[in-house]
């Protein structure tokens, strides 16, 4: 079957990008690239759609208990636990998907088609370590940074509710958030970020590398990539909150 054919290559070339680095010191200035490319360059996008996610939440759990039998902090500690739970950590790695794995697929897979890396293996250099392993590294590091940013920001625009409307005051809303507050959600969320941006970084590089004949395959396999990894994700997601929650 063709799924188990590129199970196996994912795998085989997973093995090449996880070996010691040849040199280290290329690695490094590589990764510091990559966490200014994969990380910095994605926290516009993160701010924007966190502060409206986060103010949009507040509206609709405001809307959605308006009941005199529920206390008025609902519609805080709603926002935040699903922030925490869900928004900041799985639904903003849907979101990276689109935006880091398509340029990292078309990226590798430009280089594959123009045969940059038949040059660097000629050359005697492993191309899956120097091209795909700072890329996962510099993701990986930087995605827990992007989710705490992101819960932080969404708090804001839950704020920004209350401050600026009367849907629901800003004593209602701040003792929501502080109600109840378990700091181990904030650890699921980390956890689960970590999984996924492996994820998009792999399945996004693999498609890349292996994209073979022109332009329109590189377009082929940048879409394989966020499609796959968006299923992945949400596979794993089902997966990671069974076993963590």
């Known amino acids: 079957m063709k799924i188990i054919q590129h199970i196996g290559e994912y795998f085989i070339l997973m093995g090449r990008v996880f070996r010691r680095p040849d040199r280290w010191g290329m690695f490094f200035r590589q990764y510091m ?10 926290l516009p996008i993160v701010i924007i759609i966190s502060i409206f996610i986060g103010a949009i939440l507040t509206i609709q759990a405001k809307i959605n208990t308006e009941n005199p039998l529920l206390p008025t902090y609902t519609t ?55 091209l795909i392993a700072p890329k996962v590294v510099a993701f990986i590091t930087m ?4 989710v ?23 004593a209602d809303y701040v003792t929501g958030i502080q109600y109840a507050f378990n700091p181990y959600y ?21 498609y890349g590398y292996n994209a073979r004949g022109g332009a329109l395959e ?9 499609v796959n990894s968006n299923i992945l994700i949400l596979f794993s997601d089902l997966i990671l909150t069974k076993v963590l929650l």
């Open 148 to 170: 705490i940013i992101s819960i932080a920001i969404g708090l804001v625009g839950g704020w920004g509710v209350g401050a600026f409307t009367d849907i629901i005051t800003v």
């Open 218 to 226: 590189v377009g082929i396999a940048s879409t394989n990539a966020v």
């Open 33 to 42: 690239k990559e966490v200014e490319k994969q990380g910095l360059q994605s």
């Open 143 to 146: 995605m827990p940074f992007l």
């Open 186 to 206: 904030v650890t699921y969320g980390l956890i689960k970020s970590v999984v996924f941006a492996f994820i998009i970084t792999t399945l996004s590089s693999y």
């Open 76 to 130: 805080g500690l709603l926002t935040r636990e699903t922030l925490l739970l869900e928004f900041s950590s799985t639904i903003l790695c849907l979101i990276l998907a689109g935006k880091v794995g398509s340029n990292i697929a078309s990226e590798i897979g430009t280089m594959r088609i123009t045969e940059q890396i038949d040059a660097m293996e000629i050359m005697g250099v492993n191309s899956a370590n120097y």
